[in-house]
């Protein structure tokens, strides 16, 4: 296509035949190379070339569509576009599982259960799209939202409402120049709820729990996972689409059990904080920024935190759900002494620990492996520096305290040895020396490796770190969830689970003077020199 294609004087010589023509090799064009042409064109071409832009603009995006249909009116922002691009890939054919979580109040169930499935019908007469929520008459009500859009939008969109079947929670569509009826429709459920009859090409979940109430209710989680595994997964037609868009409210909610689950590979997941807390974030956000600013700003995220407190703040909103405490360790103990790494910057350390609880004997290839790295200044105060635990088996996890006592210059090892005798500072000393020899130690001196036996132990340990915590002597650098909701819900009787043991092995290291390795007797080698 050629400007001068479009800017001709004899307009009316245009046959029905051209202009068609004309048009669809525009619909090819890029953003800038339409405008360009349009600026170009005839008035009565413009006009056309205005029909087209609308007509691209209703089949880009629901976002698009949207816009267009509310004159502007309905709000748009990134993380909906993110929603949008989601719906996209499923509209091309592609089969995907996406698990998103997002803060409520941030538009995700008006775009993800109304404006999508809307666009998806309008793309895709022929499909049968499923909407689930927590509720029945929740769920109807974005059917019945779809079915008034369809009633008042459906001749610019181009689908019709079938004349025998428009109930709010389940209508099919119709050809609109014939009225035929079509295999495309819509049905809704709440969670718990039947759904019977055809499958689905694309299930939506969205805000699968009612509250706080429902989803502490261990009989009401797994009366969630029953209908999850027995009743949805089972009408997803094959190469289907499942979307779960909620807001975390436990770690065993549907959003956790997915995460935990098998196929947990096959979910891509999008994780929406209210603030941004990661180098991963989906949307590329600097740590601390807002999702949605321009509604939710700093100010007033952190009134919002005030209001409903750090429990529900870091569920709902950050979607990192804690657990209820009930144990040794006090939420305020932590979250009343926390420190920023902005502001850790200005501490000297006088030492500084890498702990290991292993999981000990020979199958231990997929047990968490708890291992945490702390300091310690002039002043007595113990920061809790990193939990970097996981899976590992006994051929990874000594090369990775090794790592990082080199990243955080440890100048000590301590390990839990309790399982096949000096097993663990064997495993140790190998992975150094087979890092000495990459070059991967940086120069460093082996840190020294002190052994703690401490299985019968574990609440004699633990109580006097927590004591240190309730005086405000301890301070996380930062946020460490899964550690935290360890220590928070353990109950001495309990075993102990792996990243807490770690921080206490490390924190007890730095906090008794008497220790051999604390420094009341300096190393002979001098690894201490430089530290206050």
Not at 65 to 85: C, F, G, N, P, S
Request: charged letters at 30%; glycine letters at 10%; aromatic letters at 6%.
């Amino acid at each position: 296509m050629t400007t001068a294609t479009l800017t001709r004087d004899d307009e009316d010589a245009v046959d029905d035949g051209e202009l068609e023509q004309i048009l669809t090799q525009y619909r090819r064009l890029t953003k800038v190379q339409r405008h360009r042409v349009a600026r170009a064109a005839s008035p009565d071409l413009r006009a056309a070339l205005a029909d087209v832009e609308r007509d691209m603009a209703l089949k880009r995006s629901p976002g698009s569509m949207a816009a267009v249909l509310t004159d502007r009116r309905e709000m748009q922002a990134k993380h909906l576009d993110l929603i949008d691009q989601v719906f996209r890939d499923i509209a091309r054919g592609h089969s995907r599982k996406v698990l998103i979580t997002m803060p409520p109040r941030h538009g995700k169930s008006r775009r993800a259960a109304r404006w999508a499935p809307l666009w998806f019908l309008a793309r895709h007469p022929e499909r049968r799209v499923m909407i689930a929520s927590y509720s029945a008459d929740l769920a109807d009500d974005h059917g019945r939202w779809i079915r008034d859009a369809i009633h008042a939008y459906g001749e610019q969109l181009g689908i019709a409402l079938h004349a025998g079947s428009k109930a709010a929670n389940r209508f099919d569509l119709a050809d609109p120049a014939t009225g035929d009826r079509l295999e495309g429709g819509l049905v809704t459920a709440g969670v718990g709820g039947g759904l019977t009859g055809k499958g689905a090409h694309l299930a939506i979940v969205d805000d699968p729990i009612k509250d706080d109430a429902e989803a502490q209710s261990p009989t009401m989680r797994k009366r969630l996972w029953d209908w999850w595994t027995s009743v949805l997964n089972t009408r997803i037609e094959p190469g289907g689409s499942i979307i779960v868009i909620q807001t975390r409210w436990h770690e065993q909610d549907l959003a956790g059990r997915i995460l935990e689950g098998e196929d947990a590979d096959d979910w891509t997941v999008l994780d929406l904080p209210a603030l941004a807390d990661s180098q991963d974030d989906p949307l590329g956000r600097p740590i601390g920024q807002p999702l949605w600013p321009i509604r939710y700003g700093k100010k007033a995220l952190e009134k919002i935190r005030r209001a409903v407190g750090e429990r529900v703040w870091w569920s709902l909103y950050m979607q990192k759900p804690r657990p209820l405490e009930g144990g040794v360790w006090k939420w305020p103990w932590i979250t009343e002494h926390r420190i920023s790494p902005v502001a850790f910057r200005g501490v000297d350390l006088t030492r500084v620990v890498v702990a290991v609880d292993h999981a000990g004997g020979a199958d231990d290839a997929n047990d968490e492996v708890g291992l945490c790295g702390a300091g310690r200044d002039g002043t007595g105060e113990l920061y809790v520096l990193t939990d970097r635990s996981g899976r590992m088996g006994a051929d990874t996890w000594g090369h990775e305290v090794c790592r990082l006592a080199t990243e955080l210059k440890a100048d000590a090892i301590v390990v839990e040895n309790n399982f096949g005798g000096d097993m663990a500072k064997q495993i140790v000393t190998q992975a150094w020396n087979e890092l000495e020899r990459e070059a991967e130690t940086k120069g460093m001196l082996m840190p020294a490796v002190i052994e703690v036996y401490a299985k019968q132990g574990k609440r004699l340990r633990a109580e006097p770190i927590a004591q240190l915590y309730s005086r405000g002597l301890v301070h996380h650098v930062g946020e460490f969830v899964e550690l935290e909701g360890q220590m928070v819900t353990w109950i001495p009787g309990m075993d102990s689970p792996d990243r807490m043991d770690a921080a206490v092995h490390a924190l007890t290291e730095l906090a008794n003077p008497a220790s051999a390795a604390t420094g009341s007797t300096p190393y002979a080698d001098h690894r201490l020199s430089g530290r206050r």
